[in-house]
């Protein structure tokens, strides 16, 4: 069975920088995607960032220059988000998301909460 475990988050003040790390367990092997959504109280979830497990990344528009993900090396399905220069704006519950075997698996989501 596939899980997800989350940490980081947290309040930090506008200008700030978190680092969300995600490990899934489980039997994982071949192509996968992992990455980052985010939900805002009365908003849709977006996608914030994923990674593929060749490497090959992608962001939304309004993190890019500011938010980068990565990934531990070959077999460890552990993928990090580096988030710099946080604005108010980005603070919403955030979900780690693995897309393996065209199923989706979904962390239980870390709050990420920026002060002005």
């Known amino acids: 069975q596939v899980q997800l475990v989350e940490s980081g988050g947290g309040l930090v003040q506008s200008g700030g920088s978190l680092r969300l790390s995600c490990a899934a367990s489980?039997?994982?092997?071949?192509?996968?995607?992992m990455g980052w959504y985010r939900q805002a109280p009365g908003k849709q979830r977006e996608l914030v960032a994923r990674?593929?497990?060749?490497?090959?990344?992608?962001y939304a528009d309004s993190v890019k220059g500011r938010f980068t993900i990565s990934r531990d090396g070959p077999g460890k399905n552990v993928v990090h988000l580096q988030m710099n220069s946080l604005k108010p704006e980005d603070t919403a519950l955030y979900y780690c998301n693995l897309n393996y075997l065209s199923r989706d698996f979904w962390g239980q989501g870390t709050q990420v909460t920026v002060s002005s």
């Open positions: 489980g039997r994982i092997s071949g192509i996968w995607t």
């Open positions: 990674i593929i497990v060749n490497g090959a990344t992608n």
